[in-house]
């Protein structure tokens, strides 16, 4: 299990977080209850067991919904 | 091509924008009709391609959002033949989105510029002893580092070798730079002014203080009130409601035009970023003054308070001994002075030391044959006489005479809550030193502020003796005082408050107060940045600083209103918007639109005014 701090860019609107969580739960191997995505620090916080998924999936789903994802740390749980 | 679309935004906002001036320059300047279509066409589908994909993702994680309603509108408008409706439209929610980045950066400016002061690289020591630059990540507990002038100390540890001054300000707010020698604390974050230090790793990343303070103020910024839940459910609902009476509204009136009227007028842009907006600003603003709030609902309960409980020692007192006057009985007083604080350099009791710092003697004396009598004080030979420093009973045991006066000034030192130390030379009292835990400087300013604030009741509640807590009462003007009370005598004090109807704050140091802490609608914890306070208390006045109080409950009132604002502002605004399109002939799609991004826009200026709130009183 790891666990993954992903900072995007700005936010603007709250359904943008409804939509990133939405898309994110979708993932095989995401901890649902760990997902968080916060409004004003425009970041996400996840556990993700990487031998199903890995980081730049993640990275690439959040991307595709059109938000640029600006730094990412892993660490080990 | 969705990710393509949708980087592109601002591009498109831009040729959406050149577009529709192209069409009014054609129309206008030179009646050539068929220009100005195809340009708001071209302006419309380029418009609405990004709103279209962001409102299909949302309906795929099934969220009626924002831009499901614009999208619609548009799409209505073409079908229609309104193009210059529908380019208008997207035009402005683009443009407007845009502008609501900008500004939404600069509201979360405060925080982000702290969270950018954390460390990136260190120089660490490697096994060759020779010293490399690493990133943070690598720096593990128990390394060696180097930290040079100017750069910034990249982990929580302490100094094993160099000295020189380190800023602090970004842990206790304290601009003033504080002296570090060989065994001193250090803390990450902060800047080391001039010199050089090395210093043993102890926590390192989010362990240290700064890393924790970030994580709490990161925290803080998203933890959602009651209110704010209540916006989140409310627009989670709103949004399909809206949807709904426009369809309605077009099934009865077969008017489309008004239908995706009502569609774009309905957004509850404001309304939903109104109330983080606020927030953020004003956590933004405590953090840099030493304030730390946790999260909106801890805004909402403190910004109600009308009772405050404080703690004595620590609290309004800076809990440790200060000498507070001095009596001497002879004509040699720079002698007296040298003995006494040749002698106390002796000792590492804390009245000891209270007295060598105040008396500050540069010259003194050697001293010979020092015996400590246990709960009495120490007797010692210097300069050849005989020096007894210690409490009355030494004195007696010394067979010292205390005169009429000094038993007077005895007494009165007492009265006023001093511990006493007596000073004998060869059997004759030559000082009596008055020693005791000061009021902090400027707590009494501080009260009057949170008084004229609407704090009705100013409470203290202390272990200390009822004598003491008087004196401490009269001199600061509390309303009520208390002493002899345990740690749950305070806490059943505070509940009895509570069930009388008030809401109360505590304020205290966060260790043996932690009950109350906890118990109170809002805990305050006076923290120097390294307690466990930080973690328990609902507030955080960083340093100790007393004198944030004031400011803290004026930002938290503030903030309060500024959200309430911002909610009147929303909801006034969707209110007439509605209102205007069934009752006026001048509403129409883009002026509904013009008018909804601009409610954004001055929410979110609102809630920046906070960046810049500093108390009046």
């Known amino acids: ?77 | 091509m969705q990710r393509h679309i949708l980087k592109n935004k601002k591009r498109i906002t831009l040729i959406s924008a050149i577009l529709i001036i192209a069409a009014y320059t054609s129309h206008y300047a030179f009646h050539y009709e068929p220009v100005a279509k195809w340009a708001l066409l071209i302006a419309s589908i380029i418009g609405v391609a990004p709103i279209a994909i962001q409102a299909f993702q949302a309906l795929r994680v099934k969220v009626v959002s924002i831009d499901v309603l614009v999208t619609i509108a548009v799409i209505g408008a073409l079908i229609i033949g309104n193009f210059e409706e529908s380019a208008i439209v997207t035009f402005l929610f683009l443009f407007g989105d845009f502008l609501e980045q900008r500004t939404l950066n600069k509201t979360r400016s405060a925080i982000r510029e702290l969270t950018e002061m954390a460390p990136e690289s260190a120089l660490k020591q490697m096994a060759d002893g020779s010293y490399q630059e690493v990133e943070i990540d690598e720096v593990d507990i128990g390394d060696v580092l180097r930290v040079l002038t100017g750069a910034k100390v990249p982990v929580d540890g302490i100094v094993l070798t160099g000295e020189g001054h380190v800023n602090e300000a970004s842990i206790t707010g304290e601009p003033i730079p504080a002296a570090k020698a060989p065994g001193a604390q250090v803390f990450a974050g902060t800047i080391l002014d001039n010199g050089t230090l090395h210093i043993e790793a102890q926590r390192v990343g989010e362990d240290t203080t700064f890393g924790r303070i970030i994580e709490l103020v990161e925290e803080a910024q998203d933890a959602k009130s009651e209110a704010e839940r209540f916006i989140d459910r409310f627009a989670k609902w709103y949004t399909p409601a809206v949807l709904a009476l426009g369809f309605i509204v077009w099934l009865i009136s077969q008017n489309i035009e008004l239908a995706i009227t009502i569609l774009v007028l309905g957004c509850p842009g404001a309304l939903v970023i109104g109330v983080p907006v606020s927030n953020v600003a004003g956590i933004g603003n405590g953090a840099r003054h030493g304030v730390l709030l946790k999260g909106s609902e801890v805004i909402h309960d403190f910004s109600r308070v009308d009772t405050m409980i404080f703690d004595k020692t620590g609290t309004l007192t800076q809990g440790k001994p200060v000498v507070s006057e001095v009596k001497l009985y002879t004509q040699d007083t720079g002698k007296t002075r040298s003995y006494l604080a040749s002698v106390e350099a002796e000792s590492d009791h804390p009245l000891a030391r209270a007295i060598v710092e105040y008396l500050d003697e540069k010259t003194l004396y050697p001293v010979a044959s020092t015996d400590v009598v246990k709960g009495g004080g120490i007797v010692a030979t210097v300069d050849g006489k005989r020096v007894a420093v210690g409490n009355a009973a030494l004195m007696s045991q010394e067979g010292v005479h205390l005169s009429d006066e000094a038993q007077a000034d005895i007494a009165r030192f007492e009265l006023e809550g001093n511990s006493l130390v007596l000073t004998s030379v060869d059997g004759q009292l030559q000082a009596l030193v008055g020693i005791r835990d000061q009021i902090r400087p400027g707590v009494k300013d501080d009260l009057a502020r949170l008084k004229k604030m609407g704090v009705k009741n100013l409470v203290l509640l202390s272990g200390d003796n009822q004598g003491t807590v008087d004196l401490v009462a009269k001199e600061l003007g509390l309303t009520e005082a208390h002493g002899n009370m345990l740690p749950e005598d305070k806490a059943a004090y505070l509940k009895d408050m509570q069930n009388k109807g008030h809401i109360v704050a505590f304020v205290g140091d966060g260790v043996n107060d932690s009950p109350s802490l906890a118990l109170a609608q809002i805990g305050i914890a006076m923290g120097s940045g390294t307690d466990v306070a930080i973690e328990t208390s609902d507030v955080v006045l960083m340093n100790s600083d007393f004198s944030r109080l004031p400011h803290a409950l004026g930002l938290t009132k503030a903030t309060a209103s500024n959200m309430r604002q911002n909610i009147i502002i929303a909801v006034g605004v969707v209110l007439v918007l509605l209102a205007s399109v069934f009752f006026s002939t001048w509403m129409n799609m883009s002026i509904g639109m013009l008018v909804h991004e601009g409610s954004i826009l001055v929410v979110i200026l609102n809630g920046m005014r906070l960046l810049r709130y500093k108390p009046r009183v």
């Open chain 1, 1 to 77: 299990m790891k666990k993954a701090t992903i900072q995007l860019e700005t936010l603007t609107c709250p359904s943008c977080m409804a939509k990133i969580e939405g898309a994110l739960k979708s993932l095989d191997g995401i901890k649902q209850d760990t997902l968080s995505v916060s409004f004003n620090t425009s970041k996400v916080k996840v556990d993700f067991d990487d031998s199903k998924v890995a980081i730049e999936d993640i990275q690439k789903k959040i991307g595709d919904l059109g938000y640029e994802v600006k730094k990412t740390q892993v660490k080990d749980l």
